[in-house]
């Protein structure tokens, strides 16, 4: 009888540790996903920015070149309204309008700061190029935690947890660019 408890009691405490261990498991895969998606989160927020702040300077940049050729042709106008046939009125309208459409270009410059200090199409390739490494910097952040976590799964004794605790390995996040040196199709980027 001495015997049969002996063994209960080692079954119990090998349950016990189990069970414990078990939970330990859990608790590091949760902690662990948890960081995995907060870095996909940061990733998404970081692509969106990207996108919406391009459609901002490009916007801008549009607007810019409208003005500055709306500039250029009242400033032939104004020139060609030189000629002693135009009268001081004419060359006063044009000269307003011209004037107008500085103004409505200094508030433009006003409002995105780079287009004053740089030629438009410069800061538009410096907010893209911005905007991309901080997409890519995201992105190895997000891929680190996938490795980190894919890694987890495969170490023992957590490889033994992790499927039946409904953990599973996580797809690494490729950008466009990468698909690019594969050659890979890449119409659905477009």
Do not use: C, W
């Amino acid at each position: 009888m001495l015997k049969r408890n002996r063994h209960v009691v080692v079954f119990v405490i090998v349950a016990m540790l189990l069970y414990v261990f078990a939970r330990h498991t859990k608790n590091v895969f949760v902690e662990e996903q948890h960081l995995l998606f907060m870095a996909s989160g940061l990733l998404e927020i970081e692509i969106k920015r990207r996108a919406d702040l391009l459609d901002g300077v490009r916007a801008a940049v549009k607007q810019y070149t409208e003005l500055e050729e709306k500039i250029h042709t009242h400033m032939v106008e104004l020139n060609g309204l030189q000629t002693p046939r135009s009268t001081n009125k004419e060359r006063l309208e044009k000269s307003n309008e011209i004037l107008a459409l500085l103004s409505e270009m200094d508030v433009l410059k006003e409002k995105y700061p780079d287009l004053k200090s740089n030629n438009p199409y410069l800061a538009l390739m410096k907010e893209m190029q911005t905007s991309g490494l901080r997409v890519m910097n995201s992105r190895l952040i997000y891929n680190r935690k996938v490795n980190e976590f894919n890694t987890l799964l495969n170490i023992l004794p957590y490889n033994f947890f992790a499927r039946p605790l409904g953990f599973h390995k996580h797809p690494f996040q490729q950008g466009a660019g990468e698909k690019f040196l594969r050659n890979e199709d890449i119409r659905h980027y477009k």
